[in-house]
């Protein structure tokens, strides 16, 4: 087991040992377990799924952020992170729609990234919703 | 001696200011509640975020690449001043605009400019023939993280173009409920993380996922927007902190005020209760004489 802390800029979203944890990386889905080698790095939209102490599995829908792993301890630090359970779907396909409208819209570059952001977030947790119920 | 009508008068006066300032020394530590948990509740994140970013310079390779680490001849400053929209919270605006003063006079040799948040910051400086760059009031007294990050973009982009070659904070920190602290801060350029050997030894073999150069322009702006949002709401927490002990020293003051006028005006009138009796008195002699 390792202990894995779950930070968000509002506040300690989650802290306890876990069995198995696994992140969107940038490069693809990662899973971690004890002893894994320091690692650090950043996190895609996406989907976190780790392990309980009771063996329980809960998922996270994360909007990006870092991972950070040394010594037995997992850092990570979402920029927003919430159960799949509490996903408001109809907020979040408010949002897609909003996304794609913005991103039809967009005028310089950075418009641009911002709307495509935040259509990915949408987009995650509209899948994730879908996956779960 | 006043007039006992005139007393009264000012007792009423001076009770009904009470009651306004007990109920402001209320709203403000209501207020300060949640301000000062959005300070701890904000804690975390700014200092795992500093030390994976000391694990980062630690193991990546050769020189830290990210503009925002970036130091230019400094040919323009500029200073953020983070104050309140609203006064009645004693020194607490004055103290951070004449550190702000301090340091304008200090920086005369380059082309300064400014960035004003809280309303107070703006009345003080728009009449005073400054460069004003921009101005965020209106926050109503709570946090908004979405208008933070928006500044924080603001000025991490000016910064990046060149526009200006250093961005300074001032405001207020937050240390306990009677204590704040007047803190200047550079914001950028970022200094270089220092490189320790920290509890675990040897920190140089992380593995980077896909490398450093990747993971610093993911974390930068996160950085860049946490110290905004720590500067916000340690100022907030300040800000409602202030009025509560300005507002609880002008409640106190109120109280002995009518104190003292209430003393007045039982001396008053005790005095012309004597004086009745005395006129009563001689009256009835006289008509004895």
Redesign the interface.
């Known amino acids: 087991m390792f202990r894995l802390s779950i930070v968000t800029p509002e506040k300690i979203f989650f802290e306890a040992d876990v069995k198995s944890l696994v992140v969107p990386g940038t490069e693809g889905y990662l899973g971690v377990l004890s002893n894994h080698a320091p690692l650090i790095t950043a996190l895609n939209p996406g989907k976190i799924e780790f392990r309980d102490a009771e063996d329980q599995v809960r998922l996270l829908a994360v909007s990006g952020g870092f991972l950070e792993v040394s010594g037995n301890v997992a850092t990570l630090l979402a920029d927003a992170a919430e159960e799949t359970d509490s996903i408001d779907i109809d907020r979040a396909r408010a949002a897609r729609k909003k996304a794609w409208q913005d991103l039809k819209d967009a005028r310089s570059g950075e418009e641009l990234v911002e709307a495509r952001a935040a259509l990915d977030r949408a987009t995650n947790r509209i899948k994730l919703y879908e996956e779960t119920h | 001696m006043a007039t006992l009508r005139e007393v009264k008068k000012r007792i009423r006066s001076v009770k009904s200011t009470k009651r306004i300032t007990k109920a402001m020394e209320m709203v403000a530590a209501a207020k300060l509640r949640r301000a000062q948990q959005r300070v701890e ?2 804690k ?2 700014a200092q ?2 500093d ?2 970013l000391s ?2 310079a630690a ?1 990546s390779t050769g020189e830290i690449s990210h503009p925002y680490f970036e130091e230019r001849p400094i040919k323009k400053r500029t200073l953020v001043v983070i104050a309140s929209d609203r006064g009645l919270c004693g020194s607490f605006n004055s103290l951070v605009m004449r550190k702000a003063d301090a340091w304008l006079a200090e920086h005369r040799d380059t082309d300064n400019e400014l960035v004003l948040i809280g309303k107070r910051t703006n009345d003080y400086y728009r009449r005073r023939d400054k460069n004003i760059l921009a101005f965020y009031g209106d926050w109503g007294g709570v946090m908004d ?1 979405g208008r933070a990050r928006e500044i924080a973009a603001m000025l991490t982009g000016r910064f990046v173009s060149g526009d200006t070659d250093e961005i300074t904070f001032i405001y207020t920190r937050f240390i306990n409920m009677v204590k704040y602290r007047i803190t200047m801060e550079k914001y950028l350029p970022v200094a270089r993380p220092e490189v320790s050997e920290d509890e ?1 030894g040897a ?1 140089s ?6 490398d450093s150069r ?2 610093y322009s ?2 930068m702006p ?1 950085y860049a ?2 110290k905004m ?1 720590t500067a916000l709401v340690e100022s907030l927490a300040s800000e409602h902190g202030s009025r509560m002990m300005a507002m609880g020293n002008a409640t106190n003051n109120a109280g002995e005020m009518v104190e003292n006028l209430t003393l007045d005006y039982n001396k008053a009138r005790q005095a012309q209760i004597t004086k009745e009796l005395l006129e009563v008195v001689s009256g009835a002699d006289a008509l004895k004489g």
């Open positions: 509740q904000a975390p994140y795992k975020l030390e994976m694990h980062l193991g993280y675990h920190v073999d992380y593995i980077f996922e896909p990747h993971i993911a974390l996160s927007n946490t949002i």
